[in-house]
C-alpha cells in the first residue's frame, strides 16, 4: 500500500484539514497523525476500532542512588542542563531538566548514577481487520519525538499486515497526517514514503516555511505536490507559493479558499468538504499513482 504524507513547514496552514478530507474522499482503512506534539487528526476521523495504549520510553534520565552518593558535587558541577540540585547534602535529579546525556553518570567516583527508563509519551493504535489509525502523545517538555514518530509508522505498517484484504485495492494508499516545520518529526514521517502533499497559506511566513520543507523533501528525492489554503487571504503571496513551485518543477494541484462552511465542519469535529478539495485530491492521487 502507497503512503502519501501530508506537511506543511508551519502550524496552522489547514495541514489535518486537508488530510482529514483525504482519509473522507479514499475512503482509505489506514492513516495516521504523526504530529505527537498536537495530535487532533481522530476529531474529524471518529476511528471505531479497537483501541490500544502503550507507553513509550525516550531517552532514559539519570537517576542517583542516595545510599552510595559520596556528596562530592560532581555530578552538579558538570551538569550542563541545570538538571542536578543539592539540598542538605542530598543529590537529586530534575527528571524535566535532564537531557539523558550521562555525563554525571561519567563523572560520579562512586558510580551512585544510574540512568532509568522514562515514559515520555505513548502511542495509540485502534486496528481491527477493516481499519487502522496510528497515533501518539508526547508527553510536554518531553524529546525524542522523531522517535515516537517512527513507531507511529511502524505500527501503522503492522496494521495495514492484519488488514482484510477485501478493505484494499491497487489504488489503496495510507494518509499520514505530518509534524509542522522541518525538525526531527518531519524528518522522520518522510521515511519510506511515496509521495508528499505540502499544504501552504499565503503569507510572508508561509512562503519562507514552504521553500525550507521542499528542500527537506527535495533530500530525501521524494516526489511532491503543493496547494495553498485560504488562498485568498493574501492574493500577491499565494501568487508566490505558485512561482516557488514552479521554479522548483514541483506540481502545484490547486487552491483552497477562506470557506466559512469548512470553517464550521471542523470546529464542529466533521470532514471539511469543498470542490477544491475534490480537485486537489484528484490531481494529487494522479501523481501519486502514475
Not at 67 to 79: A, M, N, R, T
Not at 177 to 202: K, Q, R, Y
Amino acid at each position: 500500500m502507497k503512503q502519501l504524507l501530508i506537511l506543511s513547514g508551519k502550524g496552522g496552514t489547514g495541514k489535518t484539514t486537508v488530510a482529514s478530507a483525504f482519509i473522507a474522499l479514499s475512503k482509505t482503512p489506514a492513516f495516521a497523525d504523526c504530529d505527537v506534539d498536537a495530535p487532533n487528526l481522530h476529531i474529524s476521523t471518529h476511528a471505531t476500532a479497537i483501541s490500544t495504549i502503550s507507553d513509550f520510553h525516550g531517552m532514559p534520565r539519570a537517576h542517583i542512588d542516595s545510599s552510595l552518593c559520596i556528596s562530592c558535587g560532581l555530578c552538579q558541577q558538570s551538569c550542563r542542563f541545570d538538571a542536578i540540585s543539592e539540598s542538605c547534602g542530598a543529590y537529586s535529579v530534575d527528571r524535566i531538566a535532564c537531557e539523558g546525556c550521562t555525563v554525571c553518570q561519567l563523572v560520579c567516583p562512586v558510580e551512585a548514577i544510574e540512568m532509568t527508563p522514562e515514559v515520555t509519551g505513548c502511542t495509540i493504535v485502534h486496528a481491527d481487520a477493516q481499519q487502522i489509525f496510528s497515533t501518539a502523545r508526547l508527553k510536554a517538555g518531553a524529546g525524542n519525538s522523531g522517535k515516537l514518530v517512527s513507531q507511529v509508522k511502524r505500527n501503522l505498517l503492522a496494521g495495514i499486515e492484519g488488514l482484510e484484504l477485501s478493505t484494499t485495492s491497487n489504488q489503496s494508499f495510507a494518509v499520514i497526517d505530518g509534524s509542522p516545520g522541518i525538525g526531527c518529526p518531519v524528518i522522520a514521517s518522510l521515511a519510506a514514503i511515496d509521495m508528499v502533499l505540502v499544504v501552504s497559506e499565503p503569507t510572508i511566513s508561509g512562503v519562507s516555511d514552504l521553500e525550507r520543507v521542499l528542500a527537506i523533501i527535495g533530500r530525501f528525492n521524494l516526489p511532491a505536490a503543493v496547494c495553498v489554503n485560504k488562498a485568498d487571504l493574501d492574493e500577491e503571496q499565494a501568487v508566490q507559493v505558485v512561482s516557488l513551485c514552479d521554479a522548483n518543477r514541483i506540481p502545484f494541484v490547486g487552491s483552497i479558499p477562506y470557506n466559512h462552511a469548512m470553517a464550521k465542519a471542523i470546529s464542529e469535529g466533521q470532514v471539511p468538504r469543498s470542490e477544491e478539495l475534490e480537485m486537489i485530491y484528484e490531481r494529487t492521487v494522479q501523481i501519486l499513482f502514475r
